[in-house]
């Protein structure tokens, strides 16, 4: 079992900045594969950005030079640095890890990017 709690939403303007952490907790995180998704409102939920257990990257192309992801075993935790936010950056922000046979989610935290 594996918990996971997000942290460092909130509104913030266009062009600005936010981290994004998310702690967990339960199991050893450094074997897991890390993600972070995001939901719209209406809209499906989608793949943001995802780092292996082994530190490789990607990205979804709208984000590609915006966004950062990574991650302290160490801390257990993964962070998403992000940049020159726009308006359609705007959704509930969702932290996954995922081995074979194991999925887990976070609950969740709100990112506002308006003026």
């Known amino acids: 079992q594996v918990q996971l709690v997000e942290s460092g939403g909130g509104l913030v303007q266009p062009g600005g900045s936010l981290r994004l952490s998310c702690a967990a907790s339960g199991s050893i995180f450094s074997i897991y594969s890390m993600g972070w998704y995001r939901q719209a409102p209406g809209k499906q939920r989608e793949l943001v950005a995802a780092i292996t257990s082994g530190g490789r990257t990607n990205y979804a192309d709208s984000v590609k030079g915006r966004f950062t992801i990574s991650r302290d075993n160490a801390m257990n935790t993964v962070y998403l640095q992000m940049s020159s936010l726009k308006p359609e950056d705007t959704a509930v922000y969702y932290c996954?890890?995922?081995?074979?046979?194991?999925?887990?989610w976070g609950q969740g935290t709100q990112v506002t990017v308006s003026s």
């Open positions: 996954n890890a995922y081995k074979p046979g194991n999925i887990y």
